[in-house]
């Protein structure tokens, strides 16, 4: 009897390991043949883009329509400014413009349509972190450049991508330059309002964090739902009025549409203080919503006042029918920044124009200096904007990505 166990389970541990073998091994085999596809997508898009001389640059735009539609507006005008201007080296550039409609799923189908399109050499977006995180890797793996005009998130750039980019400082740039701001103007007490999305969650919390450690208070934090009705945020700022004395509230949104409530509510319960707000909201918007006798204070990328981008604005109103917005702007310069390293490096192959980007500084009558990092992320100055009666005005310092102010 023993000896029939013994046959039994020895039969049985040889025909498991047998298994585990052949089915390690059926996975490693799986894992080389997806790397040689990937790394041989990598190899055909580079020597295509390479041997185009003549043909169209294909660049594709992801991004979510509904919410952002101006950032398709965005890369149209500039590709038309540059297409109409003699393209890059001669080659024009054909957009491809593709719906994310805000959705991981989505977003992951319109990745796959751009990855297998062995003519695609670079892409533009998403315009949300969330999204960028997903994609980054098909991108990355088969051979696109990536730039994104709004993803801040720092983890991006965490993860080892050697063509991922984007125009924007990221979070934590962010919240030096606003902690600057705040010592600039002498606040010692901030609220922050907020909203219950990763990129409005992350930012409160590192504010707080970098001002505590500047000896700014926050004597209060309020985390407010999407579309959160008026009259309950009202009562969250009566709340503050009467307990907590201020200087400024900060308030961090990725919609205009939360961003108008908050004001309106501070206007109605009469709290009397300045409101910074984050990026990459509309100033025209801004303009028609607030109260006049309210001052808000932003960062922004690019100084307003001069002639170059008032009339890149009125061409860009004429052309979209409505005014310039950040995320228009910030996807126009993503155009023109992968035009000018496709010209330097005198080929629209990802590989090469990825390499250009690492070490060109980037200038032109309307940005100011942008240098990429190693790692996709970039250095420029922020400007901080005061909003007041309507006007807008600078306020008398430029801040480095690094946290540096100069005077």
């Known amino acids: 009897m023993k000896t029939f166990l013994k046959i039994i389970f020895w039969t049985l541990f040889t025909g498991l390991t047998a298994f585990c073998v052949c089915w390690f091994g059926f996975l490693i085999v799986k894992s080389i043949n997806e790397y040689n596809v990937m790394a041989g997508a990598s190899a055909a898009r580079s020597k295509l883009a390479d041997k185009n001389k003549t043909?169209?640059?294909?660049?594709?735009?992801?991004?979510?329509?509904?919410?952002?539609?101006?950032?398709?507006?965005?890369?149209?005008f500039a590709a038309e400014k540059i297409n109409a201007a003699g393209g890059v080296n001669g080659q024009k550039i054909k957009l491809v413009i593709k719906d994310s409609k805000g959705s991981a799923e989505e977003v992951l189908q319109v990745a796959q349509e751009f990855c297998e399109d062995l003519n695609m050499v670079a892409v533009i977006g998403p315009e949300y972190s969330s999204l960028?995180?997903?994609?980054?890797?098909?991108?990355e793996y088969y051979g696109i450049l990536q730039i994104?005009?709004?993803?801040?998130?720092?983890?991006?750039?965490?993860?080892?991508?050697?063509?991922?980019?984007?125009?924007?400082?990221?979070?934590?740039?962010?919240?030096?330059?606003?902690?600057?701001?705040?010592?600039?103007?002498?606040?010692?007490?901030?609220?922050?309002?907020?909203?219950?999305?990763?990129?409005?969650?992350?930012?409160?919390?590192?504010?707080?964090?970098d001002a505590n450690r500047h000896f700014i208070k926050i004597p209060v934090m309020e985390e407010f739902r999407k579309n959160t009705p008026g009259e309950h945020i009202r009562k969250v700022f009566s709340n503050w009025k009467d307990a907590y004395k201020l200087d400024a509230v900060f308030v961090i949104s990725i919609t205009d549409k939360d961003t108008k409530t908050a004001l309106e509510q501070l206007k109605k319960t009469d709290i009397g203080k300045p409101v910074m707000l984050d990026w990459g909201h509309n100033i025209d918007f801004l303009r028609r919503h607030i109260s006049p006798d309210m001052t808000i204070y932003m960062p922004?990328?690019?100084?307003?006042?001069?002639?170059?981008?008032?009339?890149?604005?009125?061409?860009?109103?004429?052309?979209?029918?409505?005014?310039?917005?950040?995320?228009?702007?910030?996807?126009?310069?993503?155009?023109?920044?992968?035009?000018?390293?496709?010209?330097?490096?005198?080929?629209?192959?990802?590989?090469?124009?990825?390499?250009?980007?690492?070490?060109?500084?980037?200038?032109?009558?309307?940005?100011?200096?942008?240098?990429?990092?190693?790692?996709?992320?970039?250095?420029?100055?922020?400007?901080?904007?005061?909003?007041?009666?309507?006007?807008?005005k600078k306020l008398p310092l430029v801040i480095k990505t690094s946290g540096k102010m100069k005077k």
């Open 55 to 76: 043909g169209p640059i294909t660049i594709g735009v992801v991004c979510d329509k509904e919410n952002s539609l101006d950032m398709c507006q965005g890369a149209k």
């Open 132 to 139: 960028c995180e997903i994609v980054a890797p098909n991108f």
């Open 148 to 209: 994104s005009p709004f993803a801040t998130s720092p983890d991006i750039t965490t993860k080892g991508f050697s063509k991922f980019f984007r125009n924007i400082p990221n979070d934590i740039a962010l919240v030096e330059a606003a902690v600057e701001a705040a010592e600039f103007l002498k606040w010692k007490n901030i609220a922050i309002a907020y909203y219950d999305d990763s990129y409005s969650r992350r930012l409160a919390t590192m504010f707080a964090n």
């Open 300 to 392: 922004v990328l690019v100084d307003f006042e001069t002639r170059e981008f008032q009339a890149m604005a009125d061409e860009y109103e004429k052309s979209a029918k409505r005014p310039i917005s950040p995320l228009a702007f910030q996807s126009a310069e993503a155009v023109r920044i992968l035009a000018k390293a496709m010209k330097i490096a005198g080929s629209p192959d990802p590989a090469k124009v990825a390499k250009v980007m690492k070490k060109i500084k980037y200038r032109d009558k309307i940005s100011n200096e942008i240098v990429f990092k190693e790692n996709g992320d970039i250095e420029r100055d922020i400007i901080f904007l005061e909003l007041k009666d309507g006007q807008i």
